[in-house]
C-alpha cells in the first residue's frame, strides 16, 4: 500500500463528491490551494494534525482517508 498516494486519491474523491475546487476546500480547512494540490499528486506526506484539518473540513472521520479502495487494488 502506498499510504500517500491513497491519501490523495481518498481526499480529492471526498472533496470532489462536496463539489469543492481545491481553493475552497483549502480555504474550508485553512489549509493553501498548493498543499491541497501537492497532496492529491502524491508529492505530499501531511502532518497528523493537519489529516484532523481536512477530515473535519470533509465531515468524516479521519480513518477514512486512510482506506484503499477496491478498484485501486486492480489499477
Not at 10 to 38: M, V, W
Request: proline share 1%; net charge negative; with cysteine.
Amino acid at each position: 500500500m502506498d499510504i500517500v498516494r491513497v491519501f490523495g486519491n481518498n481526499l480529492k474523491r471526498y472533496r470532489t463528491a462536496l463539489g469543492l475546487s481545491q481553493e475552497a476546500f483549502a480555504e474550508k480547512c485553512g489549509l493553501h490551494r498548493t498543499y491541497i494540490s501537492a497532496i492529491e499528486c502524491y508529492r505530499r506526506s501531511i502532518a497528523l494534525e493537519n489529516v484532523q484539518r481536512i477530515a473535519d473540513a470533509l465531515e468524516i472521520e479521519p480513518y477514512k482517508l486512510f482506506l484503499e479502495e477496491k478498484d485501486e487494488l486492480h489499477s
